[in-house]
T-cell receptor
Framework: SQQGEEDPQALSIQEGENATMNCSYKTSINNLQWYRQNSGRGLVHLIL?????REKHSGRLRVTLDTSKKSSSLLITASRAADTASYFC?????????FGDGTTLTVKP | DTGVSQDPRHKITKRGQNVTFRCDPI?????LYWYRQTLGQGPEFLTY????????KSRLLSDRFSAERPKGSFSTLEIQRTEQGDSAMYLC?????????????FGEGSRLTVL
């Protein structure tokens, strides 16, 4: 089974709204990463947060990490139709990254 | 183009045949990873290399799967005696350095369909 679990599995919002996705994991981590995947394509790295960090920003992205709860959230502000994709969290431990099953985000124009 | 490239992008084969996928990572990257992804699921770890050394292989990977990175540059993933359950997207990723993985750079994947 995968290390991380994203919630919700699917999210549908209107353009301009904010989208929040959550990720829970089971074991200790060195860092947690978020990736985006458009249908039929490879994954693209969005942001990395280390285990000693609590919050990180990159453009319209905000990531939080709570190691005591073993959870992370990804917030996309002012969403656009082009943000429609699947979003995955990945936890790094023992030399490799382990992915969850993702949240499918649909942004309606 | 300095990204990760995978070949072929699509492969259709009959059950029982062998298939081989190739991955060319970003040239200065020491680490190379193989993942498998089925529809609606996240990437599942298969194996990874630090230069030419294969450091870990998933216990989920049967003996029909083998991966090599002979000179620490490109890598191949071979599946012998394919089964319908092998149908999936096979993703390759690379990253620089050693220690805990940072950003992974993914290729566009090789989609396998086993008839």
């Amino acid at each position: 089974s995968q290390q991380g679990e994203e919630d919700p599995q699917a999210l549908s919002i209107q353009e301009g709204e904010n989208a929040t996705m959550n990720c829970s994991y089971k074991t200790s981590i060195n860092n947690l990463q978020w990736y985006r995947q458009n249908s039929g394509r490879g994954l693209v790295h969005l942001i990395l947060i280390r285990s000693n960090e609590r919050e990180k920003h990159s453009g319209r992205l905000r990531v939080t990490l709570d190691t005591s709860k073993k959870s992370s959230s990804l917030l996309i502000t002012a969403s656009r139709a082009a943000d429609t994709a699947s979003y995955f969290c990945a936890t790094a431990n023992a030399g490799k990254s382990t992915f969850g099953d993702g949240t499918t985000l649909t942004v309606k124009p | 183009d300095t990204g990760v490239s995978q070949d072929p992008r699509h492969k259709i084969t009959k059950r029982g045949q062998n298939v081989t996928f190739r991955c060319d990572p970003i040239s200065e990257h020491n680490r190379l990873y193989w993942y498998r992804q089925t529809l609606g699921q996240g990437p599942e770890f298969l194996t990874y290399f630090q230069n030419e050394a294969q450091l870990e292989k998933s216990r989920l990977l049967s003996d029909r799967f083998s991966a090599e990175r002979p000179k620490g540059s490109f890598s191949t993933l071979e599946i012998q005696r394919t089964e319908q359950g092998d149908s999936a997207m096979y993703l390759c990723a690379s990253s620089p350095g050693s220690g805990e993985p940072g950003e992974l750079f993914f290729g566009e994947g090789s989609r396998l369909t086993v008839l």
